[in-house]
């Protein structure tokens, strides 16, 4: 099998015979095995499609929410209101692809191959230095207390950052663990 791109790993994975196995919900869930690799491509089209389609809703939603920081605003509704069209965004696209997974997926075998935990956790740290993901993650808090400081009526956001830093503090230690345990 030729080098996979990053966001393949999230969709696919070879058996010990050299079939591929697409997992539509990612590795945690049933997988299925494809035929050739003319719907390999099909698959990884779709997967690109739905990581693609998210960033570019977040991107409108930090877009969205740019007028709330320059006003006052700061209450549950104001907040709803702008978040609506790109949760309706969102929903939509989720729910497009579930259709188009359920109809791709109903005339291939389900495959009995598993990603375990652990190796999950050593591909992620092999994609990313743990290092770099607890740097990213003070970064991440620093610029949410900064936030906090600088718009207290965007506390919210500030406190979403923190949460968020936090998080990936917690996944580099996840990380760092696996890489070491992968090495003994």
Same mark, same amino acid.
């Given at each position: 099998?030729?080098?996979?791109?990053?966001?393949?790993?999230?969709?696919?994975?070879?058996?010990?015979?050299?079939?591929?196995?697409?997992?539509?919900?990612?590795?945690?869930?049933?997988?299925?095995?494809?035929?050739?690799?003319?719907?390999?491509?099909?698959?990884?089209?779709?997967?690109?499609?739905?990581?693609?389609?998210?960033?570019?809703?977040?991107?409108?939603?930090?877009?969205?929410?740019?007028?709330?920081?320059?006003?006052?605003?700061?209450?549950?509704?104001?907040?709803?209101?702008?978040?609506?069209?790109?949760?309706?965004?969102?929903? @939509?696209?989720? !729910?497009?692809? $579930? &259709?188009?997974?359920?109809?791709?997926?109903?005339? *291939?075998?389900?495959?009995? /191959?598993? %990603?375990?935990?652990?190796?999950?956790?050593?591909?992620?740290?092999?994609?990313?230095?743990?290092?770099?993901?607890?740097?990213?993650?003070?970064?991440?808090?620093? @610029?949410?207390? !900064?936030?906090? $400081? &600088?718009?207290?009526?965007?506390?919210?956001?500030? *406190?979403?950052?923190?949460? /968020?830093? %936090?998080?990936?503090?917690?996944?580099?230690?996840?990380?760092?663990?696996?890489?070491?345990?992968?090495?003994?």
């Amino acid at each position: 099998m030729p080098e996979q791109r990053p966001i393949d790993r999230a969709f696919f994975r070879q058996t010990q015979h050299g079939a591929v196995v697409f997992f539509p919900w990612g590795l945690t869930h049933r997988g299925y095995q494809l035929p050739d690799e003319s719907t390999k491509r099909r698959a990884a089209r779709a997967g690109s499609m739905l990581v693609s389609s998210t960033v570019a809703i977040g991107t409108f939603t930090a877009y969205a929410l740019q007028p709330l920081f320059e006003s006052d605003a700061n209450g549950l509704t104001e907040t709803l209101r702008v978040l609506a069209a790109p949760g309706a965004a969102l929903l @939509l696209v989720v !729910f497009s692809y $579930w &259709l188009w997974v359920s109809r791709f997926v109903e005339r *291939l075998p389900e495959s009995d /191959l598993k %990603v375990s935990r652990e190796e999950r956790l050593r591909e992620a740290a092999e994609v990313a230095s743990p290092r770099k993901v607890a740097l990213i993650g003070v970064i991440v808090c620093g @610029l949410g207390a !900064f936030l906090i $400081w &600088l718009q207290p009526h965007a506390w919210w956001l500030g *406190l979403l950052g923190i949460a /968020l830093g %936090v998080g990936a503090l917690f996944w580099s230690s996840l990380l760092k663990h696996a890489a070491a345990r992968s090495s003994v």
